[in-house]
């Protein structure tokens, strides 16, 4: 079993930068494809990024396409998210994610999850 711990969540106006870390233990993740999911108040978690164990395949949800970059760095088992071009509509608990196997956008594909970060944008 995987544990993850994301961070580099806080406050950012809007068309702000934040970059968002996910430490993995417990397991490697060499093999493991990642994902990014968030959360708004009252609502469902949804996907926002996933990648590939080797990284060479990535997909984001449309809304942050051009914005949002997912990567990845086995060696030191972690996760990133660069969130560029921030909007006050990316406000959100967003957590980190792992499964054996593809990418996936669906949530209960995943095995492991972290805690959260926030992410505030203010205009």
């Known amino acids: 079993q995987v544990q993850l711990v994301e961070s580099g969540g806080g406050w950012v106006q809007a068309g702000g930068s934040l970059r968002l870390s996910c430490a993995a233990s417990?397991?490697?993740?060499?093999?493991?494809?990642m994902g990014w999911f968030r959360q708004f108040p009252g609502k469902e978690r949804e996907f926002v990024a996933t990648?590939?164990?080797?990284?060479?395949?990535?997909y984001y949800a449309d809304s942050v396409k051009g914005r949002f970059t997912i990567s990845r760095d086995n060696a030191q088992n972690m996760v990133y998210l660069q969130m560029n071009s921030l909007k006050p509509e990316d406000t959100a608990v967003y957590s980190c994610?792992?499964?054996?196997?593809?990418?996936?956008?669906?949530?209960?594909?995943?095995?492991?999850w972290g805690q959260g970060t926030q992410v505030t944008v203010s205009s």
């Open positions: 994610a792992a499964r054996q196997g593809l990418t996936s956008r669906r949530v209960l594909e995943y095995d492991a």
């Open positions: 990648i590939s164990w080797g990284g060479g395949s990535t």
């Open positions: 417990g397991r490697t993740v060499s093999r493991y494809a």
